[in-house]
């Protein structure tokens, strides 16, 4: 045994607990310990079954992706090998019981495949979530799944990540049994009925469900379809539906070796590198310097906000969404009216998608309060400002409220633009006030920017990180400055795509580009959602900053003017209509070419990898400039904004994820070729053969 398995006898069963925190990853040493103690089981006549079990909050939730991370990268050459364990556990002779709790994932459900039987509790959940780092299940989890649940479940498993919960996986045959109360004794007491029981389910040996690839066609082609569309350009998930598909045409050993193949293949890519960066980036944006667990934090359990537009509205749905009680505040009643209808319409429409039930919208429905006045503000703990974007009036209403809240309450301003130094100066507490930067629409959109002016306090900052987990977001700390991090890199990248257009390319050429390249959406169409408005305003607000005779984007004017403000008036660089997906518009394309011709600026066909670069490579070096500047502490939380909150493929890591794999010189060189000025910390990384990932390691 070693120090993470642990094995106790009762009544005849061997309990073995895997104690591994914090998610009792197969770590070096766990597949050991088991084995280990499955062979001490089957030699001890007192024993007549094997329970396997997680310590604390959870059962495995997979293989080390530390371990994974070496392998991936080169650095060792041993990837985690659990065949010969499986193969002992499914072969020992006496029955062997796995007992989940938590999240069995990954390498941690393919453990509990190999049992004879899996008991769990009515709140766990098991998953194959490894296309989500590109890889595959590489430990027979794609040859045992659809032995247990059939190849349709299987391939709805492996290609979306998506855990099943209890009730579901009991359904599909994954669970032989739901335990009420105490999961160990429940365990046990399955564990000595299975033993009387004499045969034991041999999940390799089940093929009642696997059917063979003739009746399997249509799913394995619609699968494929599915995993093309909605994991665009990912190569993991067809790579998963390859390996089950061994599992229906081969014998299992020989599935198997095909599924190990398969596995290293995609371990060894280039996007399985990059997603696993995505997932230890996202985890690390929670580490802040002068912050550590013990730094205090407030209790968060009522909150108001004011403003009940779009954002107020759906930061209002965020906090109830989280069972935080929540006044929304507007000064007139239309609007709050306005607000709480379209509020009460967006829950409806989750209601009807069976997202969750009409008791559960009521119940939120419940801890939203509108109101007109600033009634019950002085009792809360968190008070967000959501109104229209203005100094003058958001400092009136930082002085209104500061006058009222409580000393301990924390007043959060959601500006997108504008100085919280500012705003906070009109307060007596700048230390309790910090930036929440929300992403539209704020109930659903991942990403929370966290803005730490110059005297928010540390509390205050772990505060609302412990807010966003709360929120199930993902708070990124970022620093005071002009867009902050991600629409502070949007801006270039949003200029260079319109110098594009008056260069020659059209809007639907550099959106296909963009969207090829995988982002969500093209700039194009993501300019008309949020409103040419609002890009013409940003860009008069700051205009003051432009040098003379600096290039300046000619058609954005032309647009506002013209009235085409983007899907709200049904044309902006596109045309809109009901079902609201743009449609190239030869008008537009007119102007453009009019605009360009009365600047004097050529045209010429543009192609895909020069949009690619510039739009690309503009961003990186507004990220290296942030980086430089201190106002985001890793390259990796630029990238995990990028992730969660403007649609920049995972696949590709993350836009300076990105620029270590195109090569740090050459997107130097580039940014040399297209006259722009590089950022410091670029040359320097170049200087030095250095990557944004070893500045990151550097600083860890
Ligand atoms: C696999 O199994 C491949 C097999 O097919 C092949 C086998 C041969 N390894 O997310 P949290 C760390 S691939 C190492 O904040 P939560 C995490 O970095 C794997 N570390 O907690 C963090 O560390 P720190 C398939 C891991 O409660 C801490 O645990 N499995 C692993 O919000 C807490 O994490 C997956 O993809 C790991 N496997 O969520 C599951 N997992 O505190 C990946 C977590 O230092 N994990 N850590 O920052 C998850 O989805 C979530 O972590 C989980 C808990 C749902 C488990």
């Not at 069963?13 to 001490?40: H, K, Q, Y």
Request: proline letters at 4%; hydrophobic letters at 40%; a neutral charge.
């Amino acid at each position: 045994m070693t120090e993470m398995v642990r094995v106790s006898i009762t009544s005849g069963v061997a309990v073995v607990t895997i104690d591994n925190p914090p998610v009792n990853a197969l770590s070096p040493g766990v597949p050991e310990g088991v084995s280990a103690a499955i062979d001490r089981a089957e030699r001890d006549p007192a024993v007549s079954a094997v329970l396997i079990m997680g310590a604390g909050r959870t059962f495995v939730a997979g293989a080390d992706i530390k371990q994974l991370e070496e392998h991936a990268h080169g650095r060792s050459s041993s990837a985690p090998n659990l065949h010969g364990l499986l193969k002992q556990i499914e072969d020992c002779t006496k029955p062997v019981v796995m007992a989940l709790h938590g999240t069995a994932l990954g390498g941690g459900l393919e453990l509990a495949m190999a049992g004879h039987y899996r008991v769990a509790s009515p709140d766990a959940q098991a998953g194959q979530p490894e296309v989500n780092l590109g890889i595959i299940p590489g430990a027979e989890g794609t040859q045992r799944l659809p032995r247990l649940i059939g190849v349709a479940a299987a391939i709805d498993m492996l290609v979306s990540g998506r855990p099943v919960k209890a009730p579901e996986a009991a359904r599909l045959g994954l669970f032989d049994k739901i335990i009420e109360g105490d999961l160990q004794s429940g365990g046990v007491a399955f564990a000595l009925e299975a033993s009387k029981y004499g045969k034991r389910h041999k999940t390799r040996e089940r093929n009642e469900k696997l059917g063979t690839l003739q009746s399997n066609a249509d799913l394995f082609a619609s699968g494929r379809e599915q995993a093309r569309k909605t994991r665009r350009n990912q190569t993991a998930p067809l790579a998963a539906i390859d390996a089950l598909e061994a599992a229906v045409a081969l014998p299992f050993d020989e599935g198997c070796r095909k599924e190990r193949e398969i596995a290293e293949q995609c371990l060894a890519s280039e996007q399985a590198r990059a997603l696993i960066h995505a997932f230890f980036a996202e985890r690390a944006v929670s580490k802040i310097r002068g912050i550590s667990k013990d730094t205090r934090t407030y209790p968060i359990r009522r909150a108001a906000i004011l403003g009940s537009g779009t954002m107020g509205g759906g930061i209002a749905m965020a906090l109830a969404n989280a069972g935080i009680a929540v006044i929304v505040k507007d000064s007139d009643q239309q609007a709050l009216d306005r607000g709480m209808h379209t509020v009460r319409q967006n829950y409806e429409a989750s209601v009807s998608k069976g997202r969750f039930t009409r008791e559960v919208m009521d119940e939120r429905l419940a801890l939203i309060l509108p109101q007109l006045t600033y009634e019950g503000f002085e009792s809360v703990d968190l008070i967000i400002e959501a109104v229209f974007e203005n100094m003058a009036l958001k400092r009136q209403v930082f002085a209104e409220i500061d006058k009222i809240a409580r000393p301990e309450c924390i007043l959060a301003t959601n500006t997108s633009t504008l100085n919280i130094d500012e705003i906070a100066d009109a307060t007596v507490r700048p230390h309790m006030v910090v930036g929440t930067h929300f992403f539209s629409p704020a109930h659903v959109m991942r990403l929370l920017e966290i803005v730490r002016g110059s005297r928010t306090s540390n509390e205050v900052i772990a505060t609302a990180l412990a807010l966003a987990k709360q929120l199930r977001k993902v708070g990124v700390v970022v620093g005071n400055c002009r867009g902050f991090v991600g629409n502070r890199m949007m801006l270039p990248y949003m200029r260079e795509a319109h110098f594009l257009a008056e260069e020659g390319a059209t809007p639907a050429q550099v959106d296909r580009a963009l969207q090829d390249f995988g982002m969500a959406m093209g700039i194009f169409a993501v300019e008309d959602m949020g409103g040419i408005d609002l890009s013409w305003r940003v860009r008069h607000e700051y205009k003051h900053l432009e040098k003379p005779g600096e290039r300046v984007p000619l058609v954005l004017e032309k647009l506002y003017h013209l009235g085409r403000l983007g899907q709200k008036s049904g044309a902006g660089w596109y045309r809109y209509e009901a079902d609201r997906k743009p449609i190239p518009d030869p008008e537009v394309e007119r102007l453009i070419e009019k605009t360009a011709k009365e600047a004097g600026i050529p045209r010429r066909a543009i192609s895909d990898e020069e949009i690619i670069e510039r739009c690309i490579y503009i961003m990186i070096n507004e990220g290296a400039r942030i980086l430089e500047e201190g106002h985001a502490q890793r390259a990796g939380d630029i990238d995990t904004i990028y992730l969660a909150g403007y649609g920049f493929p995972a696949y590709r890591g993350g836009p300076m994820w990105y620029a270590d794999t195109v090569g740090l010189d050459k997107i130097l060189n580039r940014i040399r070729a297209f006259r722009w000025e590089p950022s410091s910390l670029l040359k320097r990384l170049v200087e030095e053969g250095n990557t944004f990932a070893g500045f990151d390691a550097a600083r860890a």
